[in-house]
């Protein structure tokens, strides 16, 4: 009896010793964190997906408070989450840019553009550029090995059967990965109410580029003579979009006079996202490795 | 004065807590990536191991010892080693917070790792007097620390190496870990006891 009441004791007084010593350290060594950076941290969607540059949320929430990074970095919490950050630091009228998702610029699918050889080399895009130049005649276009595929870690974009990946625009968030995954270009972040897409990064002569890709931009200048002055122009053989407003607001007559559909609406006025003509129906299928 | 100097050497090379006990080799393959969070988490270690060998030399010896409560000792050992570690966390995260950021998991982890247990369990076997107890504390966190680095410089280096493909990762790291406790066992002839 006597024993189990010594240990009681003891070992009591040992933890009621450490629990004074642990408070007092508490008490003197509280760290004061900005309050702010609690809540901005909760207004974050809370993926850590890395698409604003940090480490995640939490990290960028630090970075907003304390070194003044801008608030709009945050792809997939968009224009909603910015407002409400800016609400949290009492910053007003802040322009907050749409929520911007990758675009495949190319339609050079199996059917549409020729091809010059079978490649059998090492398969990636990267080294097919780098080494011949993959299996298209068109040097411009998609390899459709897909680099971009393997560089996406939200799984929004993938390769279809028809040869050309298509982004999955309710996953993509605007990271850029595969972007700089493409060896060619070919992928750009455009603003999700985009409506125009010039889908073509062939700069050959029209002549040839009509040779080799039933959807190759051939310089015509028809979108440039529809869109409003000044909007659009050819360089290289190839359409460009100056300014996107003017021509998102003429959209179907700039886009529908295009003989090889390489200048398409894809964004219809209620907003929703068609697919290019090239890849209507396409099947989404894993890539080769 | 030799016999101090002894524990230490002996503490640090020929009986390592990591390389002849096994003791700790959850940090030492958790944390041994980068040698920057190596070397912190290995002060952390000792710190938190050198202040156990103090605080429970006492208890041990000014507690347990005199009522005779020795079936108290690992209850008790453990609640100095969470208590101390807690304390651990909150000073470095106020006066070191990029180490605190680093060390991450692994710091809480040290409340239940068995390096800490095993060190004040095996300082009461020994009938070390205050002293050498500390001494023989901080030769095992520096013998922590010294794995740790080791280990962490050479898995430096072998992100550049030419891995098989099954090894990569934890094989090789393994291998290694057991390469290295190879090459102390050739520090067991410089030291009779210890």
């Known amino acids: 009896m006597n024993v189990i009441l010594l240990a009681l004791l003891t070992m009591g007084g040992i933890g009621l010793a450490f629990a004074v010593v642990l408070l007092l350290a508490y008490k003197k060594l509280a760290v004061e964190e900005d309050p702010r950076i609690k809540r901005i941290e909760e207004v974050l969607p809370g993926a850590n997906c890395g698409a604003c540059g940090y480490p995640g949320c939490a990290a960028y929430a630090e970075a907003i408070v304390n070194e003044n990074a801008p608030i709009d970095k945050c792809g997939p919490g968009g224009a909603e989450v910015a407002r409400r950050i800016a609400e949290i630091l009492g910053i007003e009228g802040v322009e907050v840019g749409v929520r911007k998702v990758a675009h495949v610029m190319c339609q050079g699918t199996n059917e549409a553009a020729l091809n010059r050889s079978i490649y059998y080399g090492i398969s990636t895009c990267r080294a097919a550029h780098f080494t011949v130049g993959g299996d298209k005649e068109c040097y411009w276009g998609c390899l459709g090995l897909g680099d971009c595929v393997r560089a996406c870690p939200f799984d929004a974009i993938h390769m279809t059967d028809k040869g050309i990946p298509i982004v999955d625009r309710q996953k993509c968030t605007g990271c850029g990965l595969c972007v700089e995954a493409c060896p060619r270009n070919i992928i750009e972040l455009v603003p999700i109410t985009q409506k125009v897409f010039v889908l073509c990064k062939n700069e050959d002569k029209g002549a040839n580029a009509r040779k080799y890709c039933d959807y190759a931009c051939i310089g015509c200048r028809i979108c440039v003579r529809k869109a409003p002055e000044g909007s659009m122009e050819i360089r290289n053989n190839l359409a460009v979009i100056l300014d996107h407003k003017p021509v998102d607001e003429n959209a179907q007559a700039v886009t529908e006079k295009c003989p090889t559909k390489s200048i398409v609406q894809l964004v219809d006025d209620e907003g929703n996202y068609h697919l290019p003509p090239a890849l209507e129906g396409a099947e989404i299928v894993p890539i080769k490795s | ?194």
């Open chain 2, 1 to 194: 004065m030799s016999n101090l100097f002894l524990i230490l050497i002996a503490t640090i090379l020929v009986n390592n807590f990591v390389f002849s006990y096994f003791l700790g080799i959850c940090p030492f393959l958790g944390v041994s990536n980068k040698a920057s969070s190596a070397i912190g988490m290995g002060f952390a270690a000792t710190f938190v191991m050198t202040m156990t060998a103090f605080v429970t030399w006492l208890i041990n010896h000014y507690i347990l010892i005199p009522y005779n409560l020795k079936f108290l000792e690992t209850v008790s050992f453990i609640l100095v080693i969470a208590s101390l570690v807690q304390f651990v966390e909150m000073f470095l995260k106020k006066m070191v917070p990029a180490l605190y950021k680093a060390l991450g998991i692994f710091l809480p982890l040290i409340t239940t790792n068995c390096i800490v247990l095993g060190l004040a369990l095996l300082g009461s076997m020994r009938n070390y007097n205050l002293l050498e107890n500390v001494i023989f504390g901080f030769g095992a966190g520096m013998g922590f620390t010294l794995a740790l680095v080791i280990m962490a410089g050479i898995r430096e280096e072998l992100e550049y190496a030419d891995v098989p493909e099954p090894l990569k990762g934890g094989g090789i790291t393994l291998i290694i870990a057991g390469l290295l406790a190879l090459a102390f066992m050739g520090f067991s002839g410089i030291i009779s006891g210890g």
